[in-house]
């Protein structure tokens, strides 16, 4: 899922030329990094998930960082795009969890949850055998590699005429 995640803020620089790349990129994992940040923290670790994943809290994180964009550019559109990437990562999430362990004993992780600890988990399971995991991944390193021939031809071209 990593993959995907990268793919859409390499898709969305081609809209948004003015943000750069890092930042988009952070927005689209600004819940991994969460999830991450908050699991060094003694007795939280069990609840991370809830605070980085959630439905509500992708929501929370995601209003957040456009109120956190927009004074930089002074402008809606770049807010917006963070903002998007940032609950893109929920979408993606749903899309693909829960995760198999990659040597098919079970799984790395529920569903993806909604709100906080007790509240449901869902998730597609695009990513639910080892087999799906892999070629998800290969699916979304393909999309990057699109895009950023796209964007790479794309530039070459304009400066050749």
Do not use: Q
Not at 12 to 33: C, G, H, Q, R, Y
Not at 96 to 123: C, H, K, Q, V, Y
Not at 141 to 149: K, M
């Amino acid at each position: 899922m990593l993959a995907a995640h990268f793919a859409m803020g390499i898709g969305t620089k081609k809209f948004n030329t003015e943000i750069p790349l890092l930042l988009l990129f952070v927005s689209a994992m600004l819940p991994d990094i969460l999830l991450y940040s908050l699991s060094v923290f003694p007795g939280f670790k069990a609840d991370a998930v809830y605070w980085s994943h959630g439905l509500f809290m992708c929501a929370v994180w995601s209003l957040a960082a456009a109120l956190a964009v927009y004074p930089v550019f002074r402008k809606i559109r770049p807010a917006l795009a963070t903002g998007l990437l940032v609950m893109s990562h929920w979408v993606l999430d749903f899309i693909s969890w829960p995760l198999a362990s990659p040597d098919g004993n079970g799984f790395i992780t529920g569903g993806i949850p909604l709100m906080f600890r007790g509240s449901p988990e869902t998730g597609l399971g695009l990513f639910s055998t080892p087999a799906r995991f892999i070629a998800g991944e290969a699916t979304g390193l393909l999309v990057i590699a699109f895009f950023v021939f796209h964007i790479y031809y794309r530039g070459r071209r304009k400066n050749t005429e």
